[in-house]
């Protein structure tokens, strides 16, 4: 791994729904095995919303849940998977 891959950390987009979640968990799985911090990149088009599976986890009607909400949310499974983990949101 060259130098300015070592600097740059494991990035994962995240829109609620249970496919990014578990993209989440790949990508703090592979920050950790590579020693990165992890990523969190909100994104999703703004006339769909995708996060049905956050929203129920969250206890909130999906059009309450915010950007914020989604990313923190991810933010937490991915501490609770790697507590080790560090990161950044975006």
């Known amino acids: 791994m060259s130098a300015i891959a070592k600097e740059l950390p494991v990035v994962v987009g995240v829109d609620g729904s249970e496919p990014?979640?578990?993209?989440?968990d790949?990508?703090?799985?592979?920050?950790?095995?590579?020693g990165?911090?992890?990523r969190l990149v909100y994104?999703?088009?703004?006339?769909?919303?995708?996060?049905?599976?956050l929203a129920a986890e969250l206890g909130k009607p999906?059009?309450?849940v915010s950007a914020d909400d989604i990313v923190e949310a991810?933010?937490?499974r991915a501490r609770?998977?790697?507590?080790?983990?560090?990161?950044q949101r975006a």
């Open 20 to 24: 990014s979640l578990r993209a989440v």
């Open 26 to 34: 790949w990508a703090s799985d592979e920050a950790v095995l590579r």
């Open 36 to 38: 990165l911090p992890l």
């Open 43 to 53: 994104a999703s088009l703004w006339e769909r919303y995708e996060g049905d599976a």
């Open 62 to 64: 999906p059009e309450e």
């Open 74 to 76: 991810a933010a937490r």
């Open 80 to 87: 609770s998977r790697h507590p080790e983990l560090t990161g």
